[in-house]
């Protein structure tokens, strides 16, 4: 065994001296047979003893782990003196307390009892008696009690009372060393009592092999404790005892038996009251043993005093034993203390005690009845206690039983807890972290700073911040500027040490509570610095743009986030339009933090609105003066709306009705951005059964589109200082259009009857604009509504009455037919589908064929310049069709061909009669009675079709032709393919010749180019004996050709490379 805290040093031999000076007094009387009323005279030296050690100790918690070194000492060798002793060679070796034992003369519990109540520590007694074996400290306890009854004084009833009261406060598992090596001895020892305590006979003991499994020490002690005081109650004489008395019967009878109600422990204020109250009373009472003693140890006692833990119960026999004991006390002593107590100007600790306890135990002895099920008898003694007590209670004044508590001395004791880290410390941070009347004192100030790390909880750091900004309102002098600084630095470093899901909490609550602006709408502490900080900050982000950086920058973020929100969100969104490349990891750093997806009321409670959708507007929105930055910022926002790891930041409907619903206008600045917007937006699914779409206002949403479509039909005719999106935005607006037409259904709608409602409300709407625009809305028509186009449209297409039916359009006159058919071409691919399908022409008929073609040129050049390109590609697609199936007849010419060419042009026909198409239409739109019929920009535009066109048809022709090949056995057509390049070349240059000079050369000459890059290819891949000689004649041909070209630019480019073609044929002649 080790030794422990059973070796001999200098301060056992001191108090070996003292019990030899003890002995000899108690001479000829040995020490083991020491009366109670001999300690006065017999134990002073023992006494002194230790007071010396206690001098020579360095502190106060030194001095007292000697007292219990000591009492445990004494203790063991009277439980350890009668049992057989071990040899002298093995002794000091096996057994660590040999040596102290045989320094210490024979004693009985008279010196062990004494001697605790000189030293005034019952808890040590009670400490050390609670690690003793079962029976053992059963039998130890009963023999206190026969000591404290036999010749009973005041002090012994005091001790006695004391000694029940640390029982009661007594915790499991807060064993010190001593303790536990004072209980592992005994243990160890298998041993007997001593016999000549003058008390019961000795009770033999051994070691408990069941200790480990035993019941709270406490079990087995409750009734002898009733019993002692049943033994001793008639020697009580003082009212203060008898209250001590009653309130520790009181006590055991709420906690430790059935009575107690199964409930959550008293709330933390209340607590808190109740232990100020306790050290209040022992700073005031010059007589308790705890009013000399520091507020710390006060606070902790007190705090004992209050948590009492029911480890142990008592049986239903036991607990009406005490109830009828609780009952005839209250009887015989209630109407002397009722006016010993009124006649008291304030309460001492003991009668504080009774009636806190009593008023508890009142409350539960009335519910008791009803929770269990009593015997006659059980429930007549309940009754009894229950008047008694009600009648004890109401002749004691109500001043006594509430005291008002100093302030200052309720926040010293909650800081005490703190600091001392007691039972409910943590409790108490929230009371103090909340409390305004504490705030900002020297103490208080110092306890945040000190105690900084039991603060690191979301709730507790909103309720700093809430005192901090309550103080911040109230003083702004110098002095408490300071204290704002200091306070804030020690918050914002609690809150950096949270996760960042605790983060997110207080930043909820911040906005939760002062919205946008945060802390700075009334801390100007935090104002100062912070625009620097915040460009410092996000300077460092910005050139850390990575995957490793995330977390750091993060962090920075929060910091940034809790003082400023509105600020850093706004500072977030500018830097990701104006910084290239950075946007999307801005917004996986905004993403991070979910609470900023909070919605502000203050300007109209009734529609909240997103912080960070308000952050965008004030921010950027308007601000986007280029392209770049018009990506960026629809590429920031698709990821806030979506981001790839975490909840979106803002909403669809959030976004649609900030950026899109306003700005739906023709002449709006931004309208087309607003487009783009709409368009990312739907893209987006909806998490919700209910779309998000329905919250957006459909039907108006709809119309307004089609509004939109509406005013291409006056394009080019617009007046030139009025704003109007381009037409490179019609088909955008085409693609919404549809999807929106796929997201509106039935189930967004209240109700059926409020779709119907609206669909005819949209179809009325929709009535004064194109007809076409009708058609685009067929898919959320569905069966409500036909087909309405112009009646010419029936002469010519075989349309089903059941879907189809004619309105009155004066601009559609006879003749009109084609047009209306072509326009309904480029509706949608499935209605052009449909067009071909039903058109009706006679191919056996020469004159009618004859007539379709040229009313479908004359169609054609009507329709082109209003087309967009997904419009005209469909356009495309039905020339290529009717070419295919021979409706559409367009004769080829020979204009630009210098001799026969003895080739199979069969597989490229149509791409030269599309080309000669082409042709014959600019010949059409270019003659003097269509010269001034187009702007500037529309003969830009309607080049720009063209250009696209022949880009196309390059591509199918190569397509057709298949990959240029030298091998003679897997010939491809390069002679065809070079004679189509030379015809295509030669009508776009006729074309060029005809256009006004309206700045599309740059068009032109780039597809003329790539027509000559693509006749090089296939003409040089072309391995024929005459291959030289043709390439050479071509080459002279396509120079005079371009020789005529009129555009200079033009002219010297297609030269430049139509010289290197020559140069190319020259090298192979050589």
């Known amino acids: 065994m080790e030794a422990g805290p059973w070796g001999v040093c200098e301060e056992t031999a001191i108090l070996h001296g003292g019990f030899l000076l003890a002995a000899r007094r108690s001479h000829p009387r040995p020490l083991r047979e020491l009366r109670k009323a001999d300690w006065p005279r017999v134990g002073p030296p023992v006494t002194d003893a230790l007071g010396e050690i206690g001098a020579r100790c360095p502190s106060p918690l030194q001095h007292g782990l000697w007292k219990k070194e000591a009492v445990a000492m004494v203790w063991a060798k009277v439980l350890l003196q009668d049992t057989p002793a071990a040899s002298l060679d093995e002794g000091w070796k096996e057994d660590g307390f040999f040596s102290v034992g045989r320094m210490i003369p024979d004693l009985n519990r008279t010196v062990l009892f004494e001697l605790v109540k000189a030293l005034g520590a019952p808890c040590l007694l009670v400490q050390l008696l609670l690690a003793l074996p079962r029976d053992t400290r059963r039998s130890e306890l009963e023999r206190l009690v026969e000591y404290v009854a036999s010749e009973t004084s005041p002090s012994d009833i005091r001790f006695f009372l004391d000694v029940w009261w640390e029982v009661m406060k007594h915790k499991e598992g807060q064993e010190d060393a001593t303790v536990s090596m004072f209980g592992t001895l005994v243990r160890q020892h298998g041993c007997e009592s001593s016999l000549d305590d003058g008390l019961q006979p000795p009770k033999r003991f051994k070691g408990d092999p069941s200790s480990l499994n035993d019941p709270p020490a406490a079990t087995n002690l409750l009734m002898v404790l009733i019993e002692g005081l049943k033994q001793t ?26 009575l107690e109600p199964k409930s959550s422990p008293l709330p933390v204020a209340e607590y808190l009251h109740k232990v100020s109250s306790v050290v209040s009373l022992w700073a005031s009472d010059t007589e308790s043993q705890f009013h000399c003693r520091g507020l710390d140890e006060k606070v902790k006692e007190a705090e004992r005093s209050v948590s009492l833990l029911s480890v142990a119960k008592l049986s239903h026999e036991e607990l009406f034993i005490g109830l009828g004991f609780l009952c005839s006390l209250l009887h015989a002593w209630g109407e002397e203390l009722q006016g010993t107590l009124n006649s008291s100007e304030e309460l001492c600790y003991e009668s504080y005690q009774l009636l806190d306890t009593l008023t508890t135990f009142a409350k539960n002895l009335v519910c008791f009845p009803e929770a269990r099920d009593l015997a006659e008898d059980e429930t007549r003694v309940v009754l009894e206690l229950t008047q008694v007590t009600k009648d004890f209670l109401k002749e004691i004044c109500a001043s006594l039983k509430s005291k008002d508590l100093d302030t200052s001395l309720v926040s010293s004791v909650a800081m005490t807890i703190i600091e001392q880290k007691l039972d409910r410390h943590v409790e108490m941070c929230s009371i103090f972290a909340s409390n305004k009347t504490w705030a900002f004192s020297k103490d208080w100030v110092d306890c945040l700073v000190k105690n900084k790390v039991l603060f690191q909880k979301p709730e507790l750091v909103l309720n700093l911040l809430e005192t901090l900004v309550n103080f911040a309102t109230f003083r702004q002098d110098k002095e408490a500027r300071e204290l704002q600084v200091q306070v804030t630095k020690a918050i914002v470093e609690c809150y950096t040490e949270l996760s960042l899901t605790d983060k997110n909490k207080v930043i909820s609550g911040v906005l939760a509570s002062w919205g946008g602006p945060g802390l700075s709408l009334n801390l100007q502490v935090v104002m100062e610095g912070f625009q620097e900080d915040l460009n410092v900050t996000f300077n460092q982000i910005t050139k850390s743009v990575s995957d490793e950086g995330l977390t750091r920058s993060v962090a920075s973020v929060a910091r940034l986030t809790l003082l400023y929100p509105e600020a850093t969100v706004k500072q977030i969104c500018n830097l990701a339009v104006v910084n290239l490349g950075a946007h999307q990891f801005l917004a996986q750093i905004l993403c991070s933090f979910p609470a900023l997806s909070f919605l502000e009321t203050h300007d109209d409670p009734g529609r909240p609105r997103s912080l960070v959708v308000r952050c965008l507007e004030e921010a950027v929105w308007g601000r986007l003066s280029t392209v770049r930055e ?34 739906l206008k023709s002449d709006s600045a931004q309208i087309e951005l607003s487009l783009q917007i709409l368009s990312k937006v739907l893209g987006i699914q909806s998490c919700s059964e209910e779309h998000w779409i329905k919250s957006c206002h459909p039907f108006p949403l709809l119309l307004s ?20 999106p381009s037409l490179e935005t019609k088909d955008l607006i085409l693609n919404i259009l549809c999807q929106l037409c796929e997201v509106v259904r039935p189930e967004t709608a209240p109700s059926p009857e409020l779709w119907v409602q609206s669909l005819a409300w949209l179809h009325r709407k929709v009535a004064s604009l194109d007809w076409t625009i009708g058609l685009r809305l067929k898919k959320l028509y569905g069966d409500h509504f036909k087909n309405e186009v112009p009646a010419t449209l029936f002469e010519i297409c075989a349309l089903p009455e059941d879907e189809w039916t004619s309105r009155p359009l004066p601009a559609y006159g006879p003749g009109s037919g084609l047009l209306a058919w072509m326009e309904c071409c480029c509706v949608s691919t499935a209605l052009r589908e449909t067009m071909l399908t039903l058109l009706l022409v006679n191919v056996d008929n020469p004159e009618e064929v004859n007539l379709f073609s040229k009313g479908f040129l004359v169609a054609l050049i009507q329709v082109l310049p209003w087309c967009s390109h997904s419009e005209w590609k ?7 069709n009717l070419l295919q199936r021979q409706v559409l007849h367009v004769p080829y010419t020979l204009e630009y061909v210098q001799y026969m060419p003895l080739l199979n042009l069969r597989p490229f026909a149509c791409y030269l009669q599309f080309s ?19 702007p500037a920009e529309a003969w830009l535009h309607v080049v720009q079709l063209y250009c696209s066109s022949l880009t196309d048809l390059l591509g199918s022709v190569k397509s057709t032709a298949g990959p240029p090949l030298h091998p003679a056995e897997d010939r491809t057509p390069t002679q065809e393919v070079s004679f189509v390049c030379i015809q295509m070349f030669c009508h776009l240059l006729h074309v060029a010749a005809m256009l ?3 700045g599309c050369g740059e068009l032109l000459v780039v597809v003329a180019l790539e027509i000559l890059s693509q006749y090089e290819m296939f003409s040089g891949a072309d391995t024929s004996p005459s291959n030289t000689l043709r390439r050479a004649n071509e080459r002279h041909f396509l120079e005079s050709i371009t020789d005529n070209v009129s555009d200079k630019a033009l002219r010297s480019t297609l030269l430049q490379k139509l010289s290197k073609l020559g140069a190319h044929s020259a090298g192979e002649l050589a």
């Open 630 to 663: 018009e990506e960026q910022f629809l590429e920031f926002l698709a990821f806030l709306m979506q981001p790839s790891s975490a909840a979106p930041l803002v909403s669809p409907a959030e976004v649609t009705k900030a950026f899109v619903l306003p700005y």
């Open 916 to 934: 000669v198409l082409f042709l014959r239409a600019f010949q059409l739109l270019c003659s003097s009675s269509c010269s001034t019929w187009l």
């Open 233 to 258: 109650y008639r020697s009580i004489a003082l009212p203060r005892m008898r209250c001590y008395a009653l309130a520790n019967l009181v006590e055991l009878l709420s906690v430790f038996t059935e």
């Open 705 to 724: 589109l089609c509004k939109l479509l509406d005013g291409y039909t006056k394009y080019w005719h617009q007046p030139r200082d009025q704003l109007f």
């Open 996 to 998: 006004p000079d309206k």
């Open 874 to 880: 469909r356009l495309t697609h039905v020339v290529e």
